[in-house]
């Protein structure tokens, strides 16, 4: 796992810009840092922005920084919360109307938070007087001062039940909720009752409380009285078992859990509808404290930047800060959801977005919100559970929470937060494929798309910076640009490190031997003088964990074992390999294998031009899912947010292309067949007519 500490902008804090050292003085206004020269004492004022851009272009680097990440309660902070709770002591509401039971428990916690506070004299008495020994001789005057002046209670307590305060104090973690005193775990805690007779009641709570007929408590009574009748005939008079009561069978089915009593009467999909919303109420003090992420295909087809033919629905991803309800970041491609589409989403989130307004002029607003968020919340599908994606929450101090299948309400907010972004950008416009097929009708989505990939990436992020943070949130009474600006000053926004290795972060992990001939990794090979310098501390043959890229095979990343930091390798043969994807990769080397009868790197590179000559063609087929696919091997670029990922869909490897022997496509009549010599092989290539998917069928003869 590579150590990623987390740095802030904040005061006294050490930063390396331009070849010199810093310190952040003070922040002078919302959007200015004034920083002292260490050199020379020279103050200079830089904008934030002008910072972040540093930051994300390496020219800022933080000093110093030990990778300790402060939690968000002390002991302060718990000590208050203790208070508080004392302090409540449950005051009535008036808007609730009490019972007498409900009124005669009131008094008495209000009665053991007094003598709580009483306590609580005394243990911080004794613990500012600083006794070197706890003894009747050092406690007894300490206890007559508190006692002489607070007159409570009405005897002064003896200095053994003192130093039994005391001592319950400090082994609770100087808890004052320690010393409340412990009245309901008096008397006696065992039922009156035998088991034996207590079954009878539990019979008749089965049989007839809890049933969907939702019979109730006296029909129940009635029941368990019948059944113990029945027994006491065949029992001697000594013997006889006593008739239950009303309160007695409310008892027992009191013992039964809620929620499970509502699902044995109602049905489990309406407890759940029930329970929801007081089991899982969500609550946030503070931005990225919890984030919620989620994927869905939009409801448009879209178009190929070049050839302008549809490219088919794209997924989109998007990481919501629930506290100031801020998008903080995106992912749009054709990948299916995968680990990987969350980590390009996560990086898009944790980064400042310096190159918004020049890569898309026409956005006017600034995307402010990012940074490493406490808490991720995920689908709990298959590939968000992954050990990628603990080493990178475990590298960043990020914890996952995944909801349970069918259970949405568990982050409501990216849910709708995505039905909005689907309507606004998807429906009504040419190519929308709308959200029920009752809507759709007979309109062919494909035919009218007008919309192409670039632009409608375009659409989503103005939508963003322009329109959603701009807009007041129904909930918030508040536009979230405004709600992150005010609540983001108060508390510095987490940022890793060194930008420089958040790919390594992000990227897939394996387990590898370091030789003379470097790193081997999928038939690629990766070696540089500072690995070399590596092998003289560690040994001529060692294991060392590798990180890469699946979006980028031209380079990895190999973890030092002692400092855990990442060390960047280039592959030996970058003309093949840069920009290359892991799925590219396997599709060249199967490629290779089965129509070159070679394995080596020569043969693999070979396959990838020709591979990408049947990509170009594909794009112009009638098939949209065998122009995504093609599109995925031509179009992507490493780092680019659809990038292509591998590891987690080998079962759209090579078979989604068709792959002819010939380097070139020749014409042949509609169901005809055209036989040809190829690595002294005899291929058939057999054309399918033209209303079906224009497809490629390759029949190796061996014969």
Partial sequence: ????????????????????????????????????????????????????RKYVSCELTFVGIEGIRLSSSSTVDRQLAALDILEYGGEEDKEVKLTKSDKKRLAKNRRRVADAKVRYAYVKAVEAARLDCLTEATL???????????????????????????????????????????????????RRYSNEFIDFI???VKNRYLQR????????????????????????????????????????????????????????????REFRSVLHEIVTSRPLERVELDHSKFDLMVLDDNTYMPLGRPTVAVALDVFTRSILGLYIG??????????????????PKTDLRSKYPDIINEWEPHGVMDMIVLDNALENHSANLEALGGSLGISFLYVPRKKSWFKPYVERVIGTLNRDTAHGIPGTTFSNILEKGDYDAAKNAVVTLSTFKEMVHKWVADVYHQ??????????????????????????????????????????????????????????????????????????????????????????????????????????????????????????REYLDRADIE??????????????????????????????????????DDSPVSNNHESESVNDFAIPETGQEEHVPSGATHKSQTAGKSVEISHQSSDTPRKLNIIVDDS
Avoid at 334 to 351: D, G, M, N, R
Avoid at 488 to 511: E, K
Avoid at 610 to 635: C, N, P, W
Wanted: net charge positive; glycine share 4%.
């Fill in 1 to 52: 796992m590579v150590d990623m500490a987390l740095a802030y902008l904040e005061p006294q804090r050490l930063i390396q810009l331009d070849g010199e050292t810093y310190e952040l003085h003070r922040q002078v206004s919302d959007r200015e840092w004034q920083l002292e020269k260490k050199s020379n004492g020279q103050y200079v004022t830089y904008p934030i922005d002008e910072l972040h």
């Fill in 471 to 592: 807009e007041e949130h129904d909930s918030l009474l508040k536009r979230p640009a405004t709600m992150w600006k005010e609540h983001a000053a108060d508390y510095p926004v987490p940022l890793p490190a060194d930008p420089n290795d958040f790919d390594a972060l992000i990227g897939g992990v394996r387990y590898r031997s370091v030789t003379h001939k470097g790193v081997e990794m999928s038939g690629l090979f990766y070696n540089s003088k500072e690995l070399a310098e590596m092998r003289l501390k560690w040994g001529s043959t060692f294991r060392a964990t590798v990180r890469y890229n699946p979006c980028d095979l031209g380079h990895i990343y190999v973890i030092d074992p002692e400092t855990n930091q990442p060390l960047r390798v280039d592959a030996l043969r970058k003309d093949y390999s840069t920009g290359l994807s892991e799925w590219q990769h396997k599709l060249c080397k199967k490629y290779a």
């Fill in 334 to 351: 054709f990948e299916p959801p995968s680990y990987h589409t969350v980590a390009q989403c996560l990086k898009h989130a944790i980064l």
């Fill in 202 to 204: 539990r019979v008749a």
């Fill in 603 to 640: 043969a693999v590179a070979q396959a990838k031009e020709e591979i990408r000559e049947l990509a170009q063609r594909d794009l112009m087929g009638k098939r949209v899912k065998t122009r995504s696919t093609a599109y995925r091997f031509v179009k992507t670029e490493s780092g680019s």
């Fill in 213 to 272: 007929e939702k019979n109730t408590i006296t029909d129940t009574l009635n029941l368990a009285i019948d059944l113990v009748r029945k027994e006491n005939r065949l029992r001697p008079s000594g013997t006889q078992l006593p008739l239950p009561t009303k309160s007695l069978v409310k008892s027992v089915i009191e013992e039964i859990p809620a929620f499970d009593r509502s699902v044995a009467r109602n049905g489990r999909e309406a407890a759940l």
């Fill in 140 to 190: 007894a005057p300490v206890i007559k001062t508190v006692w002489e002046s607070l007159c409570k209670p009405n005897v002064q307590p003896n200095w053994v039940t003192v130093y039994r305060w005391y001592k319950r104090y400090l082994d609770g973690g100087r808890d004052i909720r320690t010393l409340l005193s412990k009245d309901c775990m008096k008397g006696n805690r065992k």
